[in-house]
Every structure is written in C-alpha cells, then in structure tokens.
C-alpha cells in the first residue's frame, strides 16, 4: 500500500503528471483521451502500441512523450533490412584487449521509439521480445540489465497497407495498450495549421519532468488497491474472450496482469487511491481488443476484435458496492479502500 512518506509527495506527484500531459497535449490537439491512454500505459509500467493511417500523428505522440521527459531516448526505424542485432546489440571483438567487447543496440534507452515496426520482418520483431517482457537482453549468454522507467511506443500502419508485415501472437500480447490517434476535428486541424503551419510543433519542446520523478509516480501506482470483485470482474472479462465463437485466440493471463495494472494507473490518474470497476470497463478495449484474433467467419461478418470486447462488456456483469460501502461520504466503494487521494 502507499505509504505516508508516498502521501507527502502526492502534489509534486500530481504536478508532474500535468506537466507531462500539458506538454503532450500542446503537440497532439484535439486529442486529450489518447493522451491520458499514453500516461496511463507508462505509469503503469507498460508498452504502448499506437496503429492507425500514415500522416495522423503516430510518430508525433510517441517523440512528444518522450521527449517530455528528461530521460535517455532511442529511436528505431523499423524496416525490411533492419536487424535484431540493430536492436539488442552484438559482441564485437576488440583487437587490443583480445576479448569480446558489447556494444549496446538500440534498446538500452527509457524511451524507446519503434517507427513502422510491422515493416520489418516478424525476425527483427521478435528481437524485442525479451527486453520488454523482462527488461533485460541477453546476448552471447550475458544478460544486461535495461534502465528504469522502461517503455517502448511503437508505431504501426494498418496490416492492409503494402509492405507491412503483423505483428507475431508474442509481440502483440507484450503491448499492454493500443491506441488509434484518428483523425484530428475541423477545429483542431484550424488550430495546427495556425500554430504549427511553419515548423514542427517538437522544435520547442522542452523536457517537464525528470526520469526520476517518472519512477517515483509509478511506485505510487503500484500501491493503489485493487478489490476482490474488481480483479474477479476483469478476469471474468478475459476469460469470456477465451470462449467467444467469434474468436479462434482469446486473451492470456499476462492480458489479466496488464489489465489490472492499467486500471490502477488509471485510478492514480483520477485521483483515487483504489480501482474501481469503470477503470476496467475503460480500458478494456485499448488492452484486450489487438490481443484477439477473430475467426475466419467473423471476419467474413466484418465483425472486429473490438466488437467483440464491446460486446463481452455488455454481457459481463459489473460488480457492484455493499450497501455498508456505498461511497457515501467519503467511505470507499469496497472494503478496505483507502480514501481519494490526489495525483
């Protein structure tokens, strides 16, 4: 649970948050829920999978993110030619020491921006799958450890489009949340072209938070409560997508894990010390639907992984408060909930 010294930090904590978010939201317009998705996923220790058409701002998310914060940053292009080795490192060996020396690949950063990664082969994709599962990369034997906060935002075009390649079963599971920016409103496409017509909006960005304020923010989310029914609610969730007709893949336990870890963020982020079961319902399109694969027949339907979470949602009951804890007055909504907090 937070501790107090936790508690004493909540509005520098808090503060910070709205730094970040200011900051992001001054780049991206008219899209202040992708945003909040963005902080959510790195509070709660998470990767971020952002998909959508070329030219909408998938890239401009992820640098603006990452370049919020003052912390290491990596920036991978993920093409065809791309190797693992490109990613993780390779041994070289060092003439005059007469031994092997490692030379760290692009992965050993905080941030790591991954651009078009379906363009490079499934390969050179898998090459991330051990650094953001464990955090770490293992090569020649000898494990390295990566720095913390660790989070990868890769960017995606639609599977449709010419030459991209999808993402394996395993690397999509890894991704804690998918996010589509879409297009932007009439009046949000106004305000860049009369804020950002003449230069790119990153020029003048500047970091509003440091790398260990970042790690203090996710050990606060890390002690937000979490009741029985809402865990219970959410692996009811999972599990219904393991039995779906229209679904040949259903979600993984890791799924359950991700889940829950992005409702608490979620929680801290409201200002709340526990999780309620609206933060599972929430988030449990962005963290379920690109983990799902739908049935020959169900695509035939033009029924959608999406559909499908919506529609679990509908039937799955929502558990609801004791009467003794019905959140009046500042009692918690489940027991042994710890009163609002902010951050």
């Given at each position: ?29 008219g899209k ?110 000898q494990t ?57 909006p990153l ?141």
């Amino acid at each position: 649970m937070t501790t107090y010294d936790d508690r004493a930090n909540l509005s520098e904590l808090s503060a910070t948050v709205e730094r970040v978010r200011g900051s992001v939201e001054g780049v991206i317009e008219g899209k202040p829920e992708v945003v909040r998705l963005a902080l959510t996923v790195l509070l709660a220790e998470g990767h971020l999978l952002i998909e959508d058409v070329p030219g909408v701002g998938k890239t401009m998310l992820a640098k603006a993110l990452a370049r919020s914060i003052d912390c290491s940053v990596r920036r991978i292009q993920f093409t065809p030619d791309l190797l693992p080795s490109d990613i993780t490192g390779v041994s070289i060996w060092d003439q005059q020491r007469r031994d092997f020396e490692f030379k760290p690949g692009a992965v050993f950063a905080q941030i790591v921006i991954g651009d078009e990664i379906n363009r490079a082969s499934p390969k050179t994709q898998s090459a991330l799958l051990e650094s953001m599962e464990e955090r770490q990369v293992t090569i020649d034997g000898q494990t390295y450890e990566l720095p913390s906060p660790f989070m990868v935002v890769a960017t995606q075009n639609p599977v449709e489009m010419e030459g991209t390649y999808p993402l394996p079963e395993a690397q999509r599971d890894r991704f804690m949340a998918r996010v589509s920016v879409g297009y932007p409103s009439v009046d949000a496409e106004l305000r860049m072209l009369d804020v950002h017509g003449g230069i790119s909006p990153l020029e003048d960005l500047q970091p509003v938070a440091h790398a260990h304020e970042i790690v203090k923010l996710i050990e606060a989310v890390r002690g937000v409560h979490v009741a029985e029914p809402v865990r219970r609610y959410a692996v009811e969730l999972v599990a219904a997508t393991r039995a779906h007709p229209d679904l040949r893949l259903g979600a993984s336990p890791r799924a359950t894990l991700h889940l829950l870890r992005a409702a608490k963020a979620s929680a801290a982020l409201a200002g709340r010390e526990y999780a309620l079961p609206d933060d599972v319902r929430e988030l449990a399109v962005a963290v379920l639907a690109h983990r799902l694969l739908p049935t020959a027949q169900a695509q035939l339907n033009r029924r959608g992984a999406e559909q499908v979470v919506q529609e679990i949602l509908q039937r799955t009951p929502v558990p609801t408060a004791p009467a003794r804890h019905g959140g009046l007055d500042g009692v918690p909504a489940y027991p042994h909930q710890q009163p609002p907090r902010s951050l």
